[in-house]
């Protein structure tokens, strides 16, 4: 692993389990998923998430069937006072590419966006806030908040996952 992203190694490996989404007008739904994040000696970690449907069918989704996927690059920087700075850029297929600035505070990081950029086609997200660590148990735990469609920032997917390889 580079050297500049031992704040970050707590991350490295396969992370699976489940998580709840939802958002205004849109019923609440479960979740599975698997995280990967994977070290090759450069000074960035690869990340690729993958998402399925969890819950009983509806809307023409049955358990097992497809959602979303993330993949990218995650990046540690000097940042002001000795604390680290993380750069996580990040692509998904329906057309939106963002990348997040923020802090990493011990197995705690905040991400905020700096940018986010969208084709003509792609739902209307205008931003976007990330928290990840780890908790009791070793788990990693997440909170995704999003603001789109002209609505205000709210709650939109949390999940909690378990290492399944270093």
């Known amino acids: 692993m580079h050297a500049s992203l031992l704040p970050l190694a707590f991350l490295v490996g396969t992370w699976r389990g489940e998580g709840v989404g939802g958002y205004e007008d849109l019923e609440g739904f479960h979740y599975g998923q698997e995280i990967t994040f994977a070290a090759d000696g450069r000074p960035a970690l690869g990340y690729v998430s993958h998402t399925w449907w969890a819950d009983e069918p509806r809307d023409g989704r049955e358990p097992g069937s497809p959602l979303a996927t993330e993949t990218g690059f995650w990046r540690v920087q000097p940042g002001e006072d000795g604390k680290k700075t993380v750069e996580v850029t990040l692509a998904h297929p329906f057309g939106i590419a963002e990348i997040y ?62 290492r399944v390889t270093d």
């Open 101 to 162: 600035v923020g802090a990493v505070t011990g197995t705690r990081i905040d991400l905020d966006h700096n940018v986010l950029i969208r084709t003509a086609t792609a739902r209307d997200v205008t931003r976007s806030v990330r928290l990840y660590g780890l908790v009791e148990g070793g788990d990693l735990a997440y909170a995704i908040d999003m603001e789109a469609e002209g609505k205000p920032l709210q709650s939109h997917l949390s999940a909690r996952l378990h």
